[in-house]
């Protein structure tokens, strides 16, 4: 009975407003990529592992296109972690634990943002916590050969879907070992896994090396960072939507502004948020560690550690990456329970839920939620369908999905705003004098950090309106001064 309601629960949260925000940048490029060949989603170098572009090119082939379906695959993937993570749980830990874990990732906001967006990171969640349950019945001697083959095919899906998923196959790994040198009878059957994974990992391989190549290009201005680890501990307490916006630490981190600084306002909050975590995190820790509760620390540390030590060699790191420890660090949390600190654990969660549910409550709010691509193009579209619009800032670029005419966009690079030949080369190219042009700007920091772009059309055209969005500005402007007289009759 408390697994079926889990899984009600869990089918019912992240379908709730699934297509109420438009795509950010990288849902955009994703639907990009699923509209492309398959021969070219399979050898595409941009970072992304192919199997969820495949996923989602299925969709757009049977004419699933809209934002709806095309996040429809993350959140299924993020309502059956739920009960996933209520088996796992079971079986590394109590009752009780499992089903507290269960509600916490239920009602997480960093789980439930990624399960409502058209990227992978909820089904590398799922792969995680299905490659476990099944690691676990092999570790318990059960699994037979049907045990064996779902490891090697939830491996494949894993990193098929996301290269960092090779962390929570270490972790595994290690755990492997020590039972294989513990208990002799037990190698012929881990040698056989072993195998039959490095061959799932294998077939990603010859992809990897091109990837990993591009995202290195993409990241070439992010720098490691050892705050990227308390970053990671907030985004578990209370995802993008608790403490300082993104919107407000991006452009702080681009232009080398202290830290310090951009958290002032937010630092009470930020601060508890991290303290609450670690605390229950010390607690949880203090138990006797066996086999079981070693797999649990690894399954949280890998898949932490290994993406931010990669950051240190051209990889730039994102808490998103590590999505697939998030379960275990609330399996970790939960099994404070079971220690001499009841009660203070008690509280402690139920302070840490109350937070997750007030900021799932705020991912919709306008300094938390994603750029507004779909109001931005709502308001072109209704102004002037056939203006021109000049898209300025990585964020911007999603417009072209929701215009009328995605080919009168004109996407300004950084290249284009920072030396006065570009610039003056790509005015020439954006349009006519006598024609209406909309400038939508968001993440200027990343394209346009000096706002030339905007004001060059403040001198040249008057302004008709500007509409404020959820990190998105929308400027109308008319034809130039003077364009009628130049055009003539």
């Known amino acids: 009975m408390l697994l079926l309601l889990f899984v009600l629960a869990a089918a019912v949260v992240p379908f709730v407003g699934l297509g109420s925000q438009s795509f950010w940048l990288d849902e955009f490029l994703s639907a990009q990529l699923a509209a492309e060949p398959f021969a070219v989603i399979l050898t595409r170098a941009d970072g992304e592992a192919p199997l969820y572009p495949l996923l989602l090119h299925g969709l757009v082939r049977a004419g699933l296109t809209s934002d709806w379906w095309l996040r429809f695959p993350s959140a299924l993937a993020g309502a059956l972690a739920v009960p996933a993570l209520l088996i796992v749980g079971r079986q590394l830990d109590d009752r009780r634990v499992a ?9 997480h906001p960093f789980a439930l943002w990624h399960a409502q967006e058209a990227r992978a990171y909820a089904l590398m969640m799922l792969a995680g916590l299905a490659t476990t349950a099944a690691f676990l019945q092999l570790l318990r001697g059960r699994g037979g050969p049907s045990t064996v083959v779902g490891y090697g095919l939830a491996s494949w899906i894993g990193i098929g879907v996301h290269y960092y998923f090779v962390f929570v196959l270490a ?27 490095a061959a799932a990992v294998g077939l990603w391989l010859p992809l990897l090396a091109s990837d990993f190549v591009g995202q290195e290009h993409v990241d070439g201005q992010v720098r490691f960072s050892w ?22 630490l991006h452009p702080a981190t681009r232009r080398h502004v202290s830290v310090w600084v951009v ?4 630092l009470a909050p930020t601060a508890l948020a991290m303290a609450l975590l670690a605390a229950l995190l010390v607690l949880g820790l203090a138990r006797p560690i066996d086999r079981r509760r070693l797999l649990v620390i ?36 939960a099994g404070a329970l079971r220690t ?3 009660a203070l654990a008690m509280v402690l969660l139920l ?9 799932t409550s705020q991912m919709v709010a306008a300094p938390y939620a994603r750029e507004d691509a779909r109001g931005a193009g709502a308001f072109v579209t209704a102004a002037k369908p056939d203006g021109l619009v000049i898209a300025v800032g990585e964020g911007a670029e999603a417009i072209q999905r929701y215009v009328a005419h995605p080919e009168r966009v004109r996407l300004l690079l950084r290249p284009d705003a920072v030396d006065r030949a570009h610039l003056e080369r790509f005015a020439a190219s954006a349009g006519r004098a006598d024609e209406d042009v909309f400038l939508v700007v968001s993440r200027p920091w990343t394209h346009d950090p000096n706002g030339v772009v905007q004001a060059s059309l403040d001198r040249e055209r008057p302004l008709r309106e500007e509409r404020v969005l959820a990190g998105t500005v929308v400027r109308w402007y008319g034809p130039a001064a003077g364009a009628g007289e130049r055009r003539g009759p």
């Open 99 to 107: 089903i507290i874990a269960a509600l916490l990732l239920a009602v």
């Open 171 to 197: 972790a595994h790994g290690v755990v492997a070992l020590l039972d294989a040198i513990e208990r002799p009878r037990s190698r012929p059957r881990w040698i056989v896994v072993g195998l039959l994974t």
């Open 227 to 248: 705050l990227a680890l308390p970053y990671t501990l907030l985004t578990y307490t209370g995802g993008f939507s608790f403490g300082p916006p993104l919107r407000v």
């Open 263 to 266: 958290l002032q306002p937010y």
């Open 298 to 333: 690894l399954l949280v540390a890998f898949p932490v550690l290994g993406p931010w030590i990669c950051s240190a060699f051209g990889v730039g790191f994102r808490p998103r990456y590590t999505l697939p420890a998030l379960p275990f660090v609330l399996l970790l949390v």
């Open 340 to 342: 001499r600190q009841r």
């Open 351 to 359: 302070v840490l839920g109350a937070v997750e549910v007030y900021a």
